[in-house]
């Protein structure tokens, strides 16, 4: 079966380095097949079993001695995900950034929706089970700010993803 797997806070300001060719072939040697990364930041598609996709954490931590968590969707899901085109009412543009956070613990934004902060830099605009839609006005707010807005809603045990790059990911 084939999955997305997003690995969450690898690569980010030098800290908890994961070198992408050194995880690649941890994962093949695992049993994993078609083993391919996007940019930096953990994200990955395989194919392999059920039973072994769930010991990727594990295995990861054992190797790298370190804590990464771990998010992963069958690819199925995530091309459904992408196709269902959430961002379509919402204006595109440079300063306008879509994401989508995926939460292994299920959401619940306490708020109805669509919420926006109170400035109007950040919105989110759908839940799902364990997904929620939201875009950010850069000309109004900065990433990391909307992000802790989100852990505030979610809490830590989320991970993060531009749009853009989920749809690179569908199409690869």
């Not at 806070?9 to 050194?22: A, L, Q, R, S």
């Not at 370190?66 to 085109?85: D, G, H, M, Y």
């Not at 989100?150 to 790059?165: A, D, I, P, Q």
Request: proline share 4%.
């Amino acid at each position: 079966m084939k999955f997305a797997v997003f690995l969450r806070g690898i690569n980010v300001g030098g800290h908890h380095k994961v070198p992408v060719t050194e995880l690649k072939t941890l994962l093949k040697s695992m049993g994993f097949s078609g083993v391919k990364t996007f940019l930096a930041s953990g994200n990955i598609v395989l194919e392999g079993s059920e039973e072994i996709v769930l010991t990727i954490q594990e295995r990861l931590e054992q190797h790298f001695s370190f804590s990464i968590p771990c998010f992963i969707i069958p690819f199925e899901e995530l091309r459904k995900l992408v196709e269902s085109a959430p961002f379509d009412t919402v204006e595109a543009g440079k300063k306008i950034k879509h994401y989508v956070t995926f939460s292994v613990d299920g959401v619940s934004i306490p708020e109805p929706l669509p919420w926006s902060s109170v400035d109007g830099s950040f919105h989110i605009i759908q839940q799902q089970k364990s997904t929620v839609y939201s875009f950010i006005d850069l000309d109004k707010g900065k990433t990391t700010e909307a992000m802790k807005v989100l852990e505030t809603f979610l809490g830590k045990n989320v991970t993060t993803r531009n749009f853009n790059t989920l749809k690179k990911i569908v199409v690869a």
